[in-house]
């Protein structure tokens, strides 16, 4: 079994140097931060002394690759020209300066369609990847699996697929799979886990899976409402992170934590948690 890559959500408000330390401090070999403010705005300038320190950690302690997350309130298949046409140049200025920190990955909520139906966001959705991905970029865009809230686009499979179809360039696309989210679009990785990512590998190919949100559930399994909990506080239970966390074909894939906490050392517990569920199945 591979090294754990596990982490969770870290703040760049004191820099990307800092928030490398942070990382080590919780025993964190991977970890998710936003581009910038996650309600948008515009991306703070990245300062190169403080990359230099940055890429210094992540490559004395062995850390990455990391997920950065694009803000939530992007939103390609919106309904308003003006909100997509923001979401377009935000995604294009965030895969400018993942560049400044190749082989990383960059993961996005493909959006909402806003009761124009599904075929239109998707539309909207494979028109806005067509125009920001940049061919040789050196940054896998992952769409993440939504839990169906609303009118999200990305609530199964085979609406990513279509999404991935829809791209030209769809090699530089990948999936990072929310287990909260799954669970709540109805996909039972509680009783069938291998079962979900056959499923998986079919529509999509497990090939396109690059990272995981591990966050258990508040919400029985098809409830379409997607709210975090702790592990092995929610729906899920611990058996199921267990499951994932010791699952061959998921070695090796950054997995990040996105469960409600009051600061690093709730993230440190959780990861020692997930660590320790690894070690005893591999000692069994």
Not at 3 to 12: A, R
Not at 65 to 91: D, G, I, Q, W
Not at 105 to 120: I, M, S, T
Request: hydrophobic share 40%; aromatic share 6%; with cysteine.
């Amino acid at each position: 079994m591979k090294d754990l890559l596990l982490g969770c959500h870290l703040s760049t408000s004191n820099g990307y140097a800092a928030m490398a330390a942070d990382a080590v401090s919780i025993g964190a070999t991977t970890f998710a931060f936003f581009t910038r403010n996650p309600r948008g705005g515009n991306a703070r300038e990245l300062d190169a002394q403080d990359l230099e320190g940055f890429f210094a950690t992540l490559d004395g302690h062995g850390i990455g690759p990391l997920v950065a997350h694009a803000p939530y309130t992007y939103n390609l298949c919106s309904s308003k020209p003006e909100t997509v046409e923001f979401a377009r140049r935000a995604m294009r200025e965030d895969l400018e300066r993942m560049e400044r920190m190749p082989g990383h990955l960059y993961n996005f909520h493909p959006g909402a369609h806003v009761k124009q139906g599904v075929d239109e966001g998707i539309r909207l959705i494979c028109e806005g990847l067509n125009e920001v991905l940049v061919p040789g970029q050196r940054t896998t865009v992952l769409l993440e699996t939504m839990a169906g809230k609303g009118t999200e686009v990305g609530r199964s499979f085979e609406e990513l697929a279509r999404i991935i179809e829809g791209v030209e360039h769809d090699e530089l696309l990948g999936v990072c799979l929310d287990t909260c989210h799954v669970a709540d679009a109805g996909y039972d990785i509680v009783r069938d886990l291998d079962g979900v990512l056959d499923e998986f590998d079919r529509v999509i190919g497990l090939a396109r899976l690059r990272a995981l949100h591990l966050n258990d559930s508040k919400n029985p399994l098809g409830s379409h409402k997607d709210r975090h909990e702790r592990i092995g506080e929610g729906t899920l239970g611990l058996e199921t992170f267990r499951a994932v966390v010791t699952n061959a074909r998921l070695a090796g894939l950054p997995m990040v934590l996105e469960t409600p906490q009051d600061g690093l050392e709730g993230w440190a517990r959780e990861i020692a948690l997930l660590r320790t569920l690894a070690t005893r199945e591999d000692a069994s």
